[in-house]
């Protein structure tokens, strides 16, 4: 898929995937099944076995942002080594592209980690296990997870 075969195409991933998240929230299903909805290749598996990596990994905020996450499993759905290719190198073109978005996350949000995004888009971190803090933080982070979800998704969008 290349964005100039239908410019509307990542515009329109973008809106879906953000009210996904403010919908439903977990960031990382949103991005999945955004692209889902959108070009196919991601299948329900996937979009299951994403739950656990919102908020950074069990909630705890350390790991790598949710939306990231679901951008790079969905370029790998793609583009990554298939289980029956273990043995047949590292496919590096995958590793190309997901490196992209990264670098490409890293310079539009300022971090990758949850804890990062939580501190550039609200000035601290939240304990997402503590019921206060949570509800601190998704007060306090308005729209910007969602448009951080949005954005990834329309970025995955035009790399396919």
């Not at 299951?48 to 990231?68: D, F, P």
């Amino acid at each position: 898929m290349n964005i100039e075969q239908n410019p509307a195409l990542g515009e329109q991933a973008y809106a879906k995937a953000v009210k996904y998240e403010l919908d439903f929230g977990c960031c990382p299903q949103c991005v999945l099944a955004t692209v889902q909805e959108t070009v196919g290749i991601v299948d329900d598996q996937t979009i299951k076995a994403s739950h656990g990596l919102s908020g950074g990994g069990g909630l705890l905020g350390e790991g790598v942002c949710g939306a990231l996450t679901g951008g790079l499993m969905a370029l790998s759905a793609k583009y990554g080594r298939d289980r029956d290719k273990l043995d047949k190198g590292r496919c590096i073109n995958n590793f190309k592209k997901a490196k992209e978005l990264t670098e490409r996350f890293r310079q539009e949000f300022g971090g990758v980690t949850c804890q990062q995004l939580q501190q550039q888009f609200t000035g601290r971190t939240y304990d997402m296990w503590n019921a206060d803090e949570y509800k601190a933080f998704s007060d306090a982070r308005g729209q910007q997870c969602a448009h951080a979800t949005g954005t990834v998704t329309q970025w995955v969008i035009n790399m396919l």
